[in-house]
């Protein structure tokens, strides 16, 4: 019998296909892409409470389903699928209340009637999520506990799946993502935050952006003047790319891998390495408007901004964590890092440009510990119940980021840093001045040790499958619409199309394109206002009806 193991990200889907008997992996499949419009989690509850949480999840079953099917075994043979992600990937999953992680004020959430949602451990038959004669109905399916409201099974997953629970020593845990979630460890008590960095930390938002998978250029290195591209090869591992000259885009010497485009830790290293060398001078302006990395491959200002954005609002989040716990700068040993950006960044590169806090004496590097935890439970590496009260006994203080006034301060100054060029001394003297310590310059090298090879450490004897198109469309139809087409000309992401139907005019959005409500550009683009993106359902699902 088979088992899978299920990672909801917030930036795409993954699945490896386990053998129960032998504990083996079989095989990895990925999306590129989330299948909901939007970059980030705001954006996907966002939609969901837009067009209805049915929907939602339809578009998210449907996905996984597809990924399924690149798996070519009999899905009456999947016994158990052990699900983590964050809190609002799992509730669209399941299909259940999701208002209350819209609304955190408590009188709201009391006028909805949506007080105290659990959201522990749940157990479901197959045809409970995918509905009948799916081929999964007796499948047993494990979605992993949260922590509390805020705090999800891939928190859980990221504190178990390091050395974060047993430390004694104060330590912060970060998921780096398009969610960036984290925890700081001191004595008995934990704190917890999550950052919305946006899509560009895992290079997405990017022009030219991906995520990591086969042909991602995932670090850069100074060599003989020049840079040494670094390029996951087709098992994910760092391979040999292009020695490029990345102001005039000369390539020096071919390399052995080909590189395809660039993902988050690639920009991160790319920026630093800028920045160190003197080549960008004042952020985010760079010489001739862009780095050249590979053929058709570059960082734009543009690029370097959105990518600072998604840096500053983890670094606003490390500070607020220490300060908010009152912890000394100095008093942080451990920094470890998990997830996909967390494996293949350069930390000590990061760490420069404040991805991981600069005065951390030792950074332990992790791989997609939200997996790793589901495959656990899937070959029984531990108990349900040892999971369950674990979640149960962790009671962690929680700080909400958008309605606290330290990171609010220190996130402003990282506005003004990474789009202003606003110089380093007087970033400190606006934290003096709001009351908050300086950041102490780079003075010495922290201990680096890197756990895994690669986030995935085992993709299966069979390798990764990666789907780049989803099939599915979500239409609206577009009232006085003059079929000018400006909002396909427009849309940034070429997500959209304006469709005649039976007498009637559409804009069909591919989803899992779509930017949904953080960009609305087709909205502001037409000229006769025909386009609300309000009325929004999914049309199409493998060619068939969705609703």
């Known amino acids: 019998m088979y088992g899978i193991a299920l990672d909801l990200g917030t930036s795409g889907f993954r699945l490896q296909l386990l053998n129960i008997g ?110 009948n004669d799916s081929g999964l109905d007796e499948c047993e399916i ?30 912060i845990v970060t998921d780096y993502g398009t969610n960036a979630e984290m925890a700081l460890k001191i004595g008995d008590r934990i704190v917890t935050c999550s950052a919305a960095a946006g ?34 090869d087709e098992d994910m591992k760092s391979g040999k790319g292009d020695l490029i000259d990345p102001i005039t885009g000369s390539i020096v010497e071919k390399g052995e891998v080909q590189s395809r485009g660039i993902t988050g830790t690639g920009v991160i290293s790319a920026i630093s390495l800028a920045v160190s060398t003197g080549i960008i001078k004042k952020l985010p302006e760079i010489p001739n408007g862009k780095l050249v990395l590979g053929e058709n491959i570059c960082l734009t200002d543009k690029d370097i901004a959105e990518a600072g954005k998604a840096i500053g609002a983890i670094r606003a989040a490390h500070l607020t964590l220490l300060i908010e716990s009152g912890v000394k700068y100095e008093d942080l040993k451990y920094m470890y890092m998990s997830g996909a950006s967390g494996t293949y960044v350069d930390a000590e590169k990061g760490r420069k440009i404040g991805l991981a806090p600069i ?25 349900l119940k040892e999971i369950e ?44 001045a709001y009351g908050m310590p300086r950041l102490p310059d780079v003075t010495c090298t922290p201990s680096i040790q890197h756990r895994v090879s690669k986030d995935i450490e085992d993709t299966g004897y069979e390798g990764i499958r990666i ?63 025909a386009i609300k993106y309000r009325h929004i359902k999914p049309v199409s699902i493998g060619g068939l009806p969705a609703v």
């Not at 022009?207 to 003989?224: F, K």
Request: aromatic share 8%.
């Open 359 to 383: 005065f951390t004496q030792k950074i332990i590097q992790f791989g997609n510990t939200s997996l790793e935890l589901a495959k656990d439970i899937i070959l029984g590496n531990y108990e």
């Open 142 to 171: 494990i979605v992993l506990p949260s922590i509390e409201h805020e705090i999800g099974a891939d928190a859980l997953a990221m504190m178990i799946k390091t050395d974060f629970i047993e430390q004694e020593d104060i330590a």
């Open 22 to 131: 032998t504990g083996n992996t079989i095989k990895t499949v990925m999306t590129m892409k989330h299948p909901l419009p939007g970059g980030n989690v705001i954006d996907h509850l966002g939609f969901a409470i837009q067009v209805g949480e049915d929907s939602a999840h339809k578009i998210i079953t449907h996905t996984i389903c597809k990924m399924l099917d690149e798996l070519q075994v009999p899905l009456t043979m999947i016994s158990k699928i052990a699900v983590c992600g964050n809190p609002i990937q799992l509730s669209l999953f399941q299909n259940i209340e999701i208002r209350d992680l819209a609304y955190a004020g408590k009188n709201m959430q009391k006028r909805l009637g949506i007080e105290n949602v659990k959201r522990g451990m749940m157990i479901y038959k197959g045809y409970e999520i995918f509905g």
């Open 467 to 529: 789907i780049k198109d989803l099939d599915m469309i979500i239409e609206e139809k577009s009232h006085g619409c003059m079929q000018c087409r400006i909002c396909e000309r427009e849309c940034p992401e070429n997500a959209l199309q304006v469709v005649p139907k039976n007498g009637d005019i559409y804009v069909d959005y591919t989803a899992h394109l779509c930017l949904g409500i953080s960009c609305k550009r087709c909205i502001g683009v037409c000229p006769v206002k």
């Open 389 to 432: 009260d674990l979640a149960e006994r962790i009671k962690a203080d929680h700080i909400m980021l958008a309605s606290n006034e330290t990171f609010k301060n220190i996130y402003a100054c990282e506005l003004a840093y990474w789009t202003e060029g606003m110089q380093y001394e007087t970033y400190n003297y606006f934290l003096e």
């Open 199 to 232: 899509p560009a930390i895992e290079g997405q938002g990017i022009r030219c952006g991906m995520l990591a998978s086969p042909g991602a250029i995932s670090d850069v290195n100074e060599e003989h003047s020049y840079w040494r591209i670094t390029v996951l």
